[in-house]
Nanobody, 122 residues
Framework: QVQLVESGGGLVQPGGSLKLACGVDGRIFDINPVGWYRQAPGKQRELVAAITSGDITSYGDFVKGRFTISRGNARNMVYLQMNRLEPEDTAVYYC????????????????WGQGTQVTVSS
């Protein structure tokens, strides 16, 4: 039904880069914030990066300046540029948005993509 679709994951060597993209379903209105979470095996899902409607960004402590979240020129597109990747970054990365779907549910809720695998390995 209502979808967020991620792309750009893959296998990369330590020190390499990947750029993830997320397309947010156009039926979701008043999106605030939108961003990325990740979940590694045996660990809980954690915030990677988020951006508000006022363009305020937040990053997980592990990012340490390596990642940048941004919006694209196209409607409902969000990107995550990841540089200097480490094996510890290996996880499924999920696009996430808070918003609502008019005429379906007036409540704001969390919407999630199905995830894209990022593997950092030699």
């Amino acid at each position: 039904q209502v979808q967020l679709v991620e792309s750009g994951g893959g296998l990369v060597q330590p020190g390499g880069s990947l750029k993830l993209a997320c397309g947010v379903d156009g039926r979701i209105f008043d999106i605030n914030p939108v961003g990325w979470y990740r979940q590694a095996p045996g660990k809980q899902r954690e915030l990677v990066a988020a951006i508000t409607s006022g363009d305020i960004t937040s990053y997980g402590d592990f990012v340490k300046g390596r990642f940048t979240i941004s919006r694209g020129n196209a409607r409902n597109m969000v990107y995550l540029q990841m540089n200097r990747l480490e094996p510890e970054d290996t996880a499924v990365y999920y696009c996430h948005a808070v918003g609502h779907v008019p005429n379906s549910d007036l409540r704001f809720r969390d919407y999630w993509g199905q995830g894209t695998q990022v593997t950092v390995s030699s």
